[in-house]
Structures are given as C-alpha cells and as structure tokens.
C-alpha cells in the first residue's frame, strides 16, 4: 500500500492541478489518445498532427521554447515498452513517464499536456538526454504495480495525493527525508547530475 501510494505520488506531482476551463472536459480515454498522439507526433517531427492551440505555452527543461524545436527536431522514435500515461479528468490534464528515442538512443521524458476545449494549450517536457550512456536496465519494462488498478477502498483522495505530491518537493528543498511518505525500500537518483 505505501509504494502504490509514493507511485501515485510521483506520477500526480507530474502533473500540474488547475482548472479546465473549458465547459466540456475530455474524459479518460480522450487524454490517454491525446497522449498517445502527441508522442508520435513527437517522433514524427510533426506538430500540425495534434491540435495544438494557437498561444499554446511549451517548455523544455524549464525553458520557454518554440513549438517544433527541442525534442520536436531530435526524437527519433516512440514510446517503447517502458510508458506510463496518467490522465487527470478534473484538472484536464495528461502525464506521460517513459522511455523515447533521441537520435536512436533510448532517453527518459516526463510530458504533462493541458487540454482546454479539446485543444493543448500547455506543453511540459523533461527530458534526460542519454549522453551516450545506456539506460538503467529498470527502465525496459514498467512493474506490474505501476499498472494496476486500485480498488477503490484502498484510494487516497485527489486532495490527499496532491499534500503528497508537494512533500516531496518540501522534503528536497528541507534535505529531510522524513518530510514525505517515502516507502522503505525508496531510492532517489538524480537523472541530471
């Protein structure tokens, strides 16, 4: 129950909660398809093949960048087996975790899409380039918890997981690991360094 409950914690802080503002939001199988047509989009350096909004906010790695530049010129190929797409109905919002192809190396991206009257209007990426390193052999298959559904007796509410979410950032910002609900066997690796 605790790794069920830090991996729900990982993929929601992905996400960013706000509002939709839209009347209608899209459902469940709507943003997972979005998603899904995003990557391959991605890897076929074609934007125009999902419906971007005209003033869509794109960034990479914390900085502003224009749509088709960055990961849009370098992928090279869609998601492999390692994916994991989580959709937020009430935020109206989709993440994606998982492995790419970069210039036909294996690479980790976290993407977060907001869809506003069925169209993105923000666009998240991180990327962790491979640097000609291979990827830890972790990140070929997802594990089956990552997977599951869980029943809905055992659910954290939404405002739960969001408190959460946020203490692992007030734990990395504090150094205190005991700031957070981490399970025992949790290890931090830092993709960046």
């Not at 492999?80 to 935020?91: E, K, L, N, S, Y």
């Not at 975790?97 to 977060?112: D, F, H, K, S, T």
Request: hydrophobic content about 40%; some cysteine.
């Amino acid at each position: 129950m605790k790794t069920n409950l830090l991996i729900c914690s990982f993929l929601l802080s992905i996400v960013i909660f706000t509002s939709c503002s839209g009347t209608k939001k899209p459902d469940r199988n709507g943003l997972v398809s979005l998603m899904e047509q995003y990557l391959n989009a991605l890897a076929k350096h074609d934007p125009t093949a999902v419906p971007i909004a005209e003033r869509v906010k794109f960034v990479e790695n914390t900085v502003a960048t224009p749509i088709g530049k960055g990961l849009w010129e370098t992928a090279t190929g869609a998601p492999t087996q390692f994916r994991i797409i989580v959709p937020d109905t009430v935020a109206g919002q989709v993440a994606f975790m998982g492995v790419i192809e970069e210039n036909n190396a294996g690479i980790i991206l976290g993407a977060r899409l907001k869809i506003v009257e069925g169209k993105i209007t923000e666009i998240d990426h991180l990327v962790i380039h491979s640097d000609g390193k291979p990827l830890n052999p972790n990140m070929s298959h997802v594990r089956q918890s990552f997977l599951e559904t869980v029943a809905p007796g055992e659910r954290v509410p939404r405002e739960e997981m969001l408190k959460i979410a946020n203490s692992y950032y007030i734990a990395l910002t504090g150094e205190n690991g005991n700031l957070a609900p981490f399970a025992d066997e949790c290890q931090r690796r830092d993709l960046c360094s």
